[in-house]
């Protein structure tokens, strides 16, 4: 396996700290709000990692954190007149929710940043000792240049930076770069005791403190969005190092920027999609093929049109899923499909599985992956077509492998298509049967039936008008008869 890891700029070979097990820490939410898809993407990246590292053998030990104090909670606390830790509390229960719609698995653990301020305070104390920190007037700074090392993640030069993103620029740091361990208290706010007087951690601190807490140092991946990288993860590699004097992390993985139609996503140009707001009118495994066919460290255009595409793309997976199953049905006493094409698929079973590992172990590509899969779906349809008039059970076998790998090779993404997936009609389906086959009752699969036995009866009368209309009607709702020697079906067009 290899990676690309942040800190080197380049592909690595990938060898966790202690064979057969991994550590990975990924920063979570700062919750104040409902999830953003474009924090959804990097945490369903991370989903899929961690998935495919567990399906590989190894024993993943996985960590994200929930920032449950921070300006922004406090803001949009002040906003709405209530306490802090109700937002936080309200919108870390949502994030949960929001990844189990995703299908994102819950982390081995997910401590959050107030369950954790006494072992701050001990990580900033050990920081101040070793001449890396500094005390003034209540706040806690830490001091970049003492860590010749600052900028080494982000590849910039400490002499040409300036003061990131949460670092209020204050005449009592040394340094403009310095950032905040330690903020004194303000009033109204959030705060606990500590040896500098009352007070709360600045954003950075957390994330060292909980990661070399569950999962001691090295981490062997350190992950997030590719907008963290500065100045959260430099600020948390300096400050974890300096305190430690061990390395921090052994790879760096960060996640690439989602556009919405290839503009940034932002509130002020009115495309800032939440995550519920899209899983409100897509399926999960929808948003997830959307998401995956792009790899995690790539720009991913998302828009309606793409997602209405990786829906079609589902509903072909969904079509196999089906037809696999009713080949079980087929009869298996014909003299079957030639050798040389019924070993062609199980030679495709072979590849596919082998292709979907190269692609995953190179870098966790996904779309590469994925593509290996579809392969595999066209090759078996294709089969299936071609051959149901003569099955035998060699060819079932074939199918059956052909089923078995579709299935486990999805599931390690985190998409999952039911083995009993049945269709699911529109209600249009009564009105079109009530219209053409005097339907008179409520059921759309059963008006689908109706409509199917009304053309069976049309074609036999060489009523083509008839006949023509239930085919015609039908695939005005996205549907498609299929004429198998076993009978007429209909399958998602």
């Not at 997910?110 to 305070?121: F, G, L, N, S």
């Not at 350190?222 to 430099?234: I, K, Q, R, S, Y």
């Not at 940034?264 to 959307?290: Q, T």
């Not at 828009?303 to 589902?314: M, P, V």
Request: net charge negative; proline share 5%; hydrophobic share 45%.
């Amino acid at each position: 396996m290899r990676v690309y890891s942040t800190l080197s700029k380049s592909k690595e070979e990938f060898i966790p700290t202690e064979a057969g097990r991994v550590s990975i820490y990924v920063c979570g939410p700062t919750v104040y709000g409902h999830v953003h898809i474009g924090n959804a993407r990097t945490f369903l990246s991370f989903d899929v990692i961690r998935r495919y590292l567990s399906w590989k053998g190894f024993e993943v030990a996985y960590v994200q954190n929930i920032t449950d104090i921070d300006d922004k909670i406090i803001n949009r606390a002040n906003e709405e007149g209530r306490p802090a830790s109700e937002v936080a509390a309200e919108y870390a229960e949502a994030f949960v929710s929001a990844m189990h719609q995703l299908g994102v698995e819950d982390p081995t653990v997910r401590p959050r940043a107030t369950e954790a301020i006494p072992q701050m305070i001990g990580m900033i104390e050990r920081l101040v000792a070793r001449g890396h920190a500094y005390v003034a007037h209540g706040d806690v700074y830490f001091s970049v240049r003492s860590f010749p090392a600052y900028g080494k993640l982000s590849g910039r030069d400490i002499d040409e930076m300036r003061s990131g993103a949460r670092v209020a620029l204050d005449e009592r740091k040394k340094d403009p770069l310095d950032f905040a361990l330690w903020k004194a208290a303000k009033p109204g706010e959030p705060h606990w005791p500590s040896p500098w007087g009352e007070g709360r951690p600045g954003w950075h601190i957390e994330c060292s403190v909980m990661s070399e807490d569950e999962l001691g140092l090295p981490l062997d991946i350190h992950g997030g969005g590719a907008d963290l990288v500065f100045p959260h993860h430099e600020n948390e590699l300096a400050q974890s190092e300096a305190a430690t004097g061990v390395q921090f992390a052994r790879y760096w993985l960060h996640g690439g920027m989602l556009q919405i139609d290839a503009e940034k996503m932002s509130k002020s140009l009115g495309n800032f999609l939440l995550l519920k707001d899209i899983l409100a009118k897509h399926e999960a495994p929808v948003v997830r093929l959307l998401m995956l066919q792009a790899h995690y460290r790539s720009p991913l255009d998302f828009s309606d049109a793409r997602l209405d595409e990786a829906g079609h793309a589902y509903q072909r997976l969904e079509n196999l899923a089906r037809n696999l199953r009713w080949a079980r049905s087929l009869p298996a006493e014909g003299a079957g499909a030639p050798a040389p094409e019924r070993e062609a698929v199980v030679a495709q079973v072979r590849s596919a599985r082998e292709k979907f590992e190269a692609e995953m172990d190179d870098d966790f590509n996904t779309a590469g992956a994925l593509a290996a899969v579809f392969e595999l779906a066209r090759a078996a349809n294709v089969f299936l077509s071609d051959h149901q008039s003569v099955f035998c059970a060699d060819d079932r076998e074939a199918l059956g492998q052909a089923k078995e790998a579709v299935v486990e090779l999805l599931g390690v993404l985190g998409i999952h298509i039911a083995e009993e997936a049945a269709l699911d009609y529109p209600p249009e389906c009564v009105a079109l049967a009530a219209r053409i086959a005097g339907y008179s009752g409520h059921d759309p699969a059963a008006a689908v039936d109706e409509l199917l036995a009304a053309r069976s009866a049309a074609r036999a009368a060489r009523d083509w008008e008839l006949a023509d209309a239930v085919r015609n009607g039908l695939s005005e709702l996205g549907f498609v008869i299929e004429d198998t020697p076993q009978g007429a079906r209909v399958v998602f067009g």
